[in-house]
């Protein structure tokens, strides 16, 4: 054998020596990055799941505010209809007093809210 081909074994040996610790530098920086990565996504997906039972009891709590809010407006209609039909019982009697001469005193308007 010839000195150069010694020295050329020599260097790929080397060379393939300096690639495989790379390699497992490389290796190693991997796993690492992968428990990383790992651990992150764990965090992810519990914040995710908070972040979705949050989400379901706000709907919720939405819906019972649209029901309460229709259930203030039926009642709100509801006394609208009823001050229109006691207004018009007192337009009534107001004119049948009017009527048969009855003159009562003015009765103190209560203050609307």
Partial sequence: MSRFSL????????????GTVETAKQTAWLKKHNEELRKSNEELRKY??????SNEEFAKSNEEFAKSNEALKQNGSDLRNEN???????SKIDGSFSKHGINLPLANKP???
């Fill in 7 to 18: 020295s050329a074994l020599a260097k790929l040996t080397l060379s393939a020596l300096s």
């Fill in 48 to 53: 995710n799941e908070r972040l979705r039972k």
């Fill in 84 to 90: 229109e039909r006691l207004a018009e019982l007192l």
């Fill in 111 to 113: 203050k609307q809210p």
